[in-house]
């Protein structure tokens, strides 16, 4: 779940540990579009394109501008993101189903 710039891990998913950090800083525009946006700082593990792919999905969603005596205000926001690997199965068995092109483990 994506709130105000935070992923929120639902249940035990959030204690998995952390693979990576990111922060970006943007201007939250009166449109309620991220623009500007530059890497303030990343772990090594993600490379420039995945810093590019982060900010290219940050700049590609709607945002609900900030406003102050009811008008719209162009101001900065940073967003801080943590990746962690996904969790396992319930049942065990594999991440997709057999069916949906992913070769199995015998091939």
Not at 13 to 39: F, M, Y
Not at 64 to 70: A, F, I, L
Not at 80 to 102: C, N, Q, V
């Amino acid at each position: 779940m994506l709130l105000a710039g935070f992923v929120v891990l639902a249940g035990c998913a959030s204690t998995r540990p952390v693979k990576a950090r990111a922060v970006v800083d943007c201007i939250i525009t009166k449109l309620g579009r991220a623009e500007n946006c530059q890497a303030r700082k990343w772990d090594a593990a993600l490379s420039p394109e995945q810093v590019r792919e982060l900010i290219g999905h940050i700049q590609s969603r709607e945002y609900k501008p900030v406003t102050y005596n009811g008008k719209p205000l162009d101001v900065p926001y940073t967003f801080h993101f943590e990746f962690r690997d996904p969790m396992p199965p319930a049942d065990g068995g594999r991440l997709f189903p057999a069916d949906a092109g992913t070769p199995s483990p015998e091939s």
